[in-house]
């Protein structure tokens, strides 16, 4: 054998062996082999609380009820016993649901001040640009808070809120539902266990899938980065929360490249209406038709109030489609949310992360590669490998989850806890870096609209020692 066929089967050998993987593990097998935690939820600070933790729903809409349901599957550990929302069906659901007073029943946030204070807290739900002032009202009224993320669609906003949450002492929760999900605790696990060595660098990807981009922010109501929030921050200040929490260490600057490139009127197709119903001569083959999607798939219908009764859905669907925007040509919108942007972050530990937001995907579910000084990681949100640089070993291992990896009502448990207990430090975020997460989402917008780099200082003048 000639000194060249000795080295490349020496190479071949060992290409073999790095590619052996354990592609069936679960993550019960992989914490026993690495001694790490197997219920990463474990929190052995929880008790068992003796009162439940009382609390009024500010906005009954989509997000509002999610949270809220903790309280039917959890009676003693949470009770809703107030609601307000100017949507009378929506306000009237929760009423019978809860069975709740007619006196803490309310058309308008503000209206829940109007009382003395009658709950421990308040779970805040409304729409990004109704999250600023009835947050700070009820930390004024010495409620604790549940606030929907965005924390607020301006920097300024968020630093009121910032400073009246400091100023009062009060605990709020920010629904960061990814810190939540199986998949990003078993990577956190992975990480504050060593396993990889010091992280160097994160490439991470959120893609939205198109019909989901077209659904909320093409037709719906983040379409618009001026009306509602940038879409960096209505979308992906998970990710820069996530990443931030990854990477254990405050962000030094920001950096973002991204533009809107198919939803617009230059792209409309030769036939195409004004609404899906309008007798559109390429409904049948556009992936946007509101017809199929709705009507027809019955995909996302959260946004229509529908009856209860499942024979009159077609009729009050078809209808929304003919009066709502959710009936409107994609490319007919007032849309202006990009549809693909990366942005770079360097964190003061000296990691970088770059970080891309995709909606010209057929898939959704977080990409995610960890690059370490001893070893890697990749995690799709259903399976993970890690790789030891060393020994060329591989782990594999699997998981289900949903989008946001069943991470509501973990999130509430731990909110509940933190307002029973009333230890803030048993939220998995601080308001401190919560906000932090949005001054990334808020740099990134302004060095994409300005061709900049932004640094990011939470606190204007530097932090206290
Ligand atoms: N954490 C997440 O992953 C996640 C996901 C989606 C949405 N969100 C956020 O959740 C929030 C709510 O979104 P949604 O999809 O549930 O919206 P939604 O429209 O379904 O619900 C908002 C509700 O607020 C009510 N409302 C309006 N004005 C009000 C007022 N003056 N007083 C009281 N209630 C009022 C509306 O009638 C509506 O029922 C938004 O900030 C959104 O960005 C978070």
Redesign the pocket.
């Known amino acids: 054998m000639s000194l060249r066929q000795f080295i490349s089967s020496r190479k071949l050998l060992r290409s073999f062996s790095s590619v052996k993987v354990n592609a069936t593990l679960r993550w019960k097998e992989v914490a026993s082999i690495f001694d790490l935690n197997s219920d990463v939820f474990e929190n052995p600070r929880h008790i068992k609380i003796k009162n439940p933790v009382t609390a009024i729903l500010?906005?009954?809409?989509?997000?509002?009820n999610i949270y809220a349901d903790y309280a039917i599957q959890n009676p003693g550990e949470l009770k809703i016993v107030g609601v307000?929302?100017?949507?009378l069906e929506?306000q009237n659901r929760v009423k019978i649901k809860y069975k709740l007073n007619p006196d803490y029943c309310?058309?308008?946030?503000?209206e829940v001040f109007s009382k003395e204070k009658f709950a421990d807290a308040i779970i805040i739900?409304?729409?990004?640009n109704?999250?600023a002032k009835?947050c700070i009202a009820a930390l004024d009224a010495g409620y604790d808070i549940l606030l929907?993320?965005?924390i607020a669609p301006t920097e300024e906003e968020c630093r009121l809120i910032l400073d009246k949450a400091s100023s009062t002492n009060r605990i709020v929760g920010v629904?960061?539902?990814l810190r939540y999900s199986p998949y990003f605790r078993q990577l956190k696990e992975v990480l504050d266990a060593g396993l990889i060595g010091k992280v160097i660098s994160i490439q991470h990807m959120e893609p939205i899938e198109q019909v989901h981009m077209s659904h909320s922010y093409v037709r719906g109501?983040?379409r618009n980065s001026k009306t509602a929030t940038p879409i960096v921050l209505?979308k992906s200040c998970?990710d820069t929360d996530i990443i931030r929490w990854l990477v254990d260490s405050s962000a030094h600057d920001v950096h973002c490249f991204g533009n809107l490139q198919w939803f617009t009127n230059a792209n409309a197709p030769e036939g195409s209406t004004e609404r899906c119903t309008d007798g559109c001569k390429v409904e049948s083959s556009c992936p946007y038709s509101a017809l199929q999607i709705y009507l027809r798939d019955k995909q996302r219908l959260?946004?229509f109030d529908l009856p209860e009764n499942k024979s009159e859905w077609n009729k009050v669907i078809l209808e929304n489609l003919k009066t709502t925007d959710y009936g409107r040509c994609v490319y007919r919108m007032d849309n202006d949310q990009p549809d693909h942007l990366t942005v770079n972050i360097l964190f003061e530990n000296g990691v970088t992360a770059a970080f891309s937001m995709e909606a010209h995907v057929s898939y959704e579910g977080r990409r995610t590669r960890i690059m370490g000084s001893k070893g890697d990681i990749v995690g799709d949100m259903e399976t993970f490998e890690l790789t030891d640089f060393k020994t060329r070993k591989k782990t594999s291992w699997k998981m289900k989850s949903d989008p946001?990896g069943g991470g509501?009502h973990r999130l509430v448990k731990d909110w509940v806890q933190a307002v029973a207990q009333q230890d803030k430090s048993l939220l998995s975020s601080s308001i401190e870096v919560s906000i932090e997460s949005h001054l990334m989402a808020f740099g990134a917008e302004k060095s994409r609209l300005n061709r900049t780099i932004e640094e990011i200082n939470l606190y204007n003048t530097p932090p206290p020692s």
């Not at 309310?106 to 503000?110: G, I, K, L």
């Open positions: 500010i906005g009954a809409g989509h997000r509002g307000a929302d100017p949507n929506r309310f058309n308008d946030w503000e739900a409304t729409s990004d109704l999250h009835p929907e993320k965005p629904c960061h539902v109501n983040w209505a998970h959260y946004v946001h509501d």
